[in-house]
């Protein structure tokens, strides 16, 4: 569909087309004939700050995206935002991803991954695996983390019941 826009990176799959956002576009790309397509901008909607959100989310249902600690859920019919939930102590999360029924978060500022439950918004773990964990991925049961600090991706095979805390920060 001949849209042209400086894509940073695919955020997420949701069982048919890709999805990313450019500095205040959220675009859908079909992995077939690679064409794409600006669902929701920032220019046509004002708010939310869409050139300022992080991470990009399908939970089987709606897309989800987040801005600063807040997290919208996206109107599967014009993918306007239908739900803000500001819960607390989230921090900055800046990807995201949902698996076996829960939403994953990083926190590259704090060096944590966070598991929810994507109804209450509460957090039921809390991992450090990596210095500054950005990018986050689930595959199977593999866990897909792409680290800020050493530019590396790496793949967790098998997370813990426990929390990882190599360095004692809480």
Do not use: C
Not at 59 to 78: F, K
Not at 90 to 105: A, E, N, R, T
Request: proline share 5%.
């Amino acid at each position: 569909s001949g849209v042209t826009t400086q894509i940073e990176s695919i955020d997420t799959f949701d069982g048919e087309k890709l999805w990313s956002m450019d500095w205040g576009n959220l675009i859908r790309h079909d992995p077939v004939d690679f064409s794409a397509e600006i669902l929701v901008s920032e220019a046509d909607i004002g708010s939310p700050n869409l050139h300022h959100m992080r991470g990009i989310a399908w939970d089987g249902t709606r897309i989800w995206t987040m801005l600063s600690g807040q997290l919208y859920e996206h109107s599967v019919v014009d993918y306007t935002v239908e739900t803000l939930h500001e819960p607390n102590g989230m921090g900055s999360p800046v990807g995201l991803d949902f698996h076996d029924g829960h939403l994953w978060m990083t926190d590259r500022a704090g060096g944590f991954i966070d598991k929810y439950d994507p109804t209450t918004l509460e957090r039921t773990n809390r991992y450090s695996i990596t210095g500054q964990p950005y990018g986050i991925a689930w595959s199977d049961s593999n866990l897909w983390i792409y680290d800020w600090q050493t530019k590396r991706i790496y793949m967790i095979k098998d997370l813990p019941e426990q929390s990882i805390d190599p360095q004692n920060r809480y």
